[in-house]
């Protein structure tokens, strides 16, 4: 199937129904609740699922916003954090977002899984490549570093995150749906790209599922660290889904397929049937844009 994420338009709208009819109105029978989605939003949402006026794809975490947030914070608590009440607050209001994705029966909620204390390359990096500097000395001296101070790290943040989920992927499985985990554009969050199969390992069952979105993929191998179509495709597997979006190079995500660099073609022979295909595109484009880049990556994927 697909969907459209309300990242594009949630922040416009103070009506939860009036949100979801103009992603109906873009031809989509599907739409993902984003996680800049307020409480304000909630009782237009029920009001549209239950009439039968769309249908909830995905529902991406934390979802709704906990109160008095008013704007998308996915990672405002952390399943990795060091702080005990943190990762409590991560844990709970995941579970609310479980509560409100069976409520809209939806079968996946997205997760961030959190990030490795250290200090940020990502952005330096970026700022590197955009001046044509990654085969630099001083670029892969960075890289270097990155990856041998992230290695230091990563194992207390990747084991309390591991815990954390421990905890709430029974609760989802209980209510039949799946937890499906991001794969994240900065180099510093979790999982490390490796990692997803010592993930998998750690919590085997069938409710812990991986969530691609092509845009964070792309960036990282614009930055010289995975191959995209190569990491896609040894998760396939595991794969329930899909956030989609081109990326202007070397890092300017959420543009509309087609106005980018991803090679989609490539990436077409991992795209199951089953799995759930979101546009996940920036608030900045218009509905003519929108439009045009779904258009695109149907033409490639298939209209289903």
């Known amino acids: 199937m697909y969907s459209f994420s309300t990242c594009w338009n949630s922040h416009r709208h103070i009506d939860g129904r009036a949100m979801l009819r103009e992603i109906r109105e873009l031809g989509f029978e599907y739409a993902e609740l984003?996680?800049?989605?307020?409480?304000?939003?909630?009782?237009?949402?029920?009001?549209?699922?239950?009439?039968?006026?769309?249908?909830?794809?995905?529902?991406?975490?934390?979802?709704?916003?906990?109160?008095?947030?008013?704007?998308?914070?996915?990672?405002?608590?952390?399943?990795?954090?060091?702080r005990p009440r943190q990762r409590e607050l991560a844990e709970r209001y995941t579970l609310k977002t479980i509560e409100f994705a069976a409520r809209v029966q939806a079968p996946v909620v997205v997760l961030h899984l959190g990030s490795i204390e250290m200090k940020p390359y990502t952005n330096k990096l970026l700022e590197m490549a955009a001046r044509g500097e990654r085969e630099t000395p001083k670029y892969q001296k960075l890289c270097v570093e990155l990856e041998e101070r992230r290695e230091a790290r990563k194992v207390p943040f990747f084991e309390r995150t591991i815990e954390s989920?421990?905890?709430?992927?029974?609760?989802?499985?209980?209510?039949?749906?799946?937890?499906g985990v991001e794969n994240r554009q900065a180099l510093e969050e979790l999982p490390v790209d490796s990692d997803f199969f010592l993930l998998f390992r750690e919590i085997p069952g069938p409710n812990l599922v991986y969530w691609h979105d092509t845009g964070h993929a792309q960036i990282k191998e614009n930055l010289g660290f995975i191959h995209h179509a190569m990491h896609l495709e040894s998760l396939r597997d595991r794969l329930a889904g899909f956030h989609i979006h081109d990326v202007q190079f070397p890092g300017r995500d959420h543009c509309a397929p087609g106005t980018g660099g991803i090679d989609f073609a490539a990436l077409k022979p991992m795209v199951r049937p089953d799995c759930i295909k979101v546009f996940e595109l920036s608030p900045s484009l218009s509905p003519a844009e929108a439009r045009s880049g779904v258009e695109h990556l149907k033409q490639i994927w298939g209209q289903d």
Request: proline content about 8%; overall charge positive.
């Open 165 to 179: 989920l421990k905890k709430v992927v029974p609760e989802a499985g209980s209510r039949g749906i799946k937890l």
């Open 34 to 82: 984003s996680h800049g989605t307020r409480v304000s939003l909630m009782p237009g949402i029920l009001d549209a699922v239950n009439a039968g006026e769309i249908k909830i794809s995905s529902v991406h975490n934390f979802c709704p916003l906990p109160m008095g947030v008013n704007h998308a914070a996915p990672n405002l608590y952390q399943f990795s954090d060091e």
